[in-house]
């Protein structure tokens, strides 16, 4: 495969349009938190001292503010709009903000810098908030009392149940196939309210980060098409106990080791209003990119086109690392945007393999390329096909293509994917390939280019018949699970620390991720046919 992507993805292109696929910045989904043996004294000196105080006095906050975000609740329609605050609603609204002010307070957030005004309602509905790196991003929600995008899971959670509801968020059911629809709907109405209904505060990250740079923004805050404040939140502490990415530490861990601490600084920025242009009404993508480079620029990180599922993708366990400058990543958002979704071609991939071991290696073209899979020749089709055309004789192995789908689909579960590879490029007669084939797998596998598998292939081929079968490789690798490291990549760069650490099913945050799946990826072309 090749390591080239699209020019309309990056900023720098060559004569032909076409640019390296640069390597993330940190990865931004994990969190290492390292101690000194003094810090590890106060951790342990505060545990037994000033922790299950506060943690008591937050509890107790939290219960305090219940009653009241009970009645102010009462006889409010969940679909109606948002009538005028009554006096004693008005006195109910204060008194929450106190309790959860002094809540945050009692965790060691003494002081809260805000800078830049909130917009009123009638300026901008939607606030869009980045980056989303904890639950304690939950302050400024605290603060605006503005309304969030949630689980409908969670209004059944005694007491915090209570108080989300008071804030009359939009609820996303995952029993509903239609709920994220139905809530761009309602997003919509809401916005497009003139003021009527509380602004809606929507992390378009989707999942929580490490504060390194911005992700991919999902478009769910931009498709009502009206204009948007960006808020930034920043947490200039010296220790960053604040971070909850999915792979470091967990919940609790960060809820302890945060009151734990004698000070938690927080700052939050309101930026000037974003309206929109009439380009960026009709194409959210465009809208959320821009949205996202003046977010980055106030913040002053980078931006990257990763999202957490190409993360996933990354950071599989397996026994094969993808490296940093895989362009796997590339061909899974090809993938999604082909509208063909990883998860669901799983099951039918040994059927692909059938269908590409027929063809022999034998070398397709575009037409023939788009005539096997089935799918009407688009430009993202185009894209996919230049991935594969190392020759750049427009032709392709078609065999490549399922090698790179499997791993996609399964990333965790590289034996499987080898197995698949290896019944497409066996001989018919021994059931064996040749040193050129494995290499050929292995790098298509890794998404890679160039692989030297000589070292590798030797130490299989015990017996020098210049040859291997499935169950030659299948056995070496259980003698030698770290076969990748030794023989592969042993000076290979990538995510160093994400073979250590289980990744995550699930997105990290508050707030779930509601952009309907045909709007996530910049450019979704309609299939006139979908994979047999």
């Not at 094969?320 to 039918?348: H, I, M, Q, S, W």
């Amino acid at each position: 495969m090749r390591l080239l992507r699209s020019s309309r993805r990056g900023s720098a292109a060559d004569g032909d349009g076409k640019k390296e696929l640069a390597p993330p910045f940190r990865n931004p989904f994990v969190h290492e938190l390292r101690f000194t043996p003094l810090q590890k004294a106060k951790i342990a000196l505060m545990t037994v001292t000033l922790f299950p105080i506060r943690l008591f006095f937050a509890a107790f906050m939290m219960l305090l503010a219940w009653p009241f975000a009970f009645l102010a609740s009462m006889g409010r329609s969940d679909s109606g709009i948002e009538e005028p605050l009554s006096w004693w609603r008005k006195v109910l609204d204060i008194l929450l903000k106190v309790i959860m002010r002094t809540m945050w307070f009692a965790g060691g957030f003494h002081w809260i810098t805000v800078k830049g005004q909130q917009a009123l309602p009638t300026e901008a509905s939607i606030l869009t908030l980045a980056p989303h790196s904890s639950y304690f991003d939950a302050i400024p929600v605290t603060m605006t009392m503005a309304s969030i995008v949630m689980k409908a899971e969670s209004k059944d959670i005694p007491v915090w149940g209570t108080l989300i509801k008071y804030i009359r968020p939009v609820f996303v059911s995952r029993s509903d196939q239609d709920s994220r629809k139905k809530t761009v709907e309602e997003i919509k109405r809401r916005a497009h309210s003139k003021g009527k209904w509380p602004q809606i505060m929507i992390f378009p990250e989707g999942t929580c980060t490490n504060r390194s740079c911005l992700i991919t923004f999902k478009a769910g805050a931009f498709i009502p098409a009206v204009p948007v404040q960006p808020v930034v939140l920043r947490y200039p502490n010296k220790l960053d106990t604040i971070t909850w990415t999915w792979q470091g530490p967990g919940a609790f861990d960060i809820l302890w080791l945060t009151l734990c601490q004698l000070h938690n600084v927080v700052e939050i920025e309101f930026l000037p209003v974003y309206t929109p242009s009439e380009e960026e009404k009709k194409n959210p993508a465009v809208f959320a990119n821009n949205v996202r480079r003046i977010m980055a620029k106030a913040l002053d990180v980078p931006v990257t086109d990763y999202s957490f599922e190409d993360c996933q993708l990354a950071m599989a366990e397996g026994q094969l690392k993808l490296p940093a400058d895989t362009c796997l990543l590339e061909f899974a958002k090809l993938v999604r945007r082909l509208g063909l979704k990883p998860e669901k071609l799983e099951k039918n991939l040994h059927e692909y393999g059938e269908k590409a071991q027929k063809t022999f290696g034998k070398r397709l073209n575009m037409e023939e390329f788009a005539a096997h899979l089935n799918i009407t020749s688009c430009e993202t089709l185009s894209e996919l096909f230049s991935l594969f055309d190392e020759n750049e004789d427009g032709t392709v192995d078609v065999r490549e293509f399922v090698i790179a789908l499997s791993v996609v689909c399964r990333p965790s579960k590289t034996l499987e994917t080898i197995k698949l590879a290896f019944k497409m490029y066996e001989s018919p007669k021994d059931k064996t390939i040749s040193e050129a084939s494995l290499a050929c797998i292995l790098k298509t596998a890794l998404g890679v280019s160039q692989l030297n598998v000589t070292d590798l292939f030797r130490a299989i081929d015990v017996e020098e018949k210049g040859k291997i079968t499935f169950d030659d490789f299948n056995s070496f690798a259980e003698h030698h699970p770290g076969f990748a490291e030794e023989y592969i990549y042993p000076d290979q760069a990538g995510f160093e620390s994400c073979a250590e650490t289980p990744s995550a099913s699930v997105a990290n945050g508050f707030c779930t991720d509601f952009s309907p799946e045909d709007q996530d990826e910049e450019e979704t072309d309609p299939l006139m046919k979908k994979f047999n």
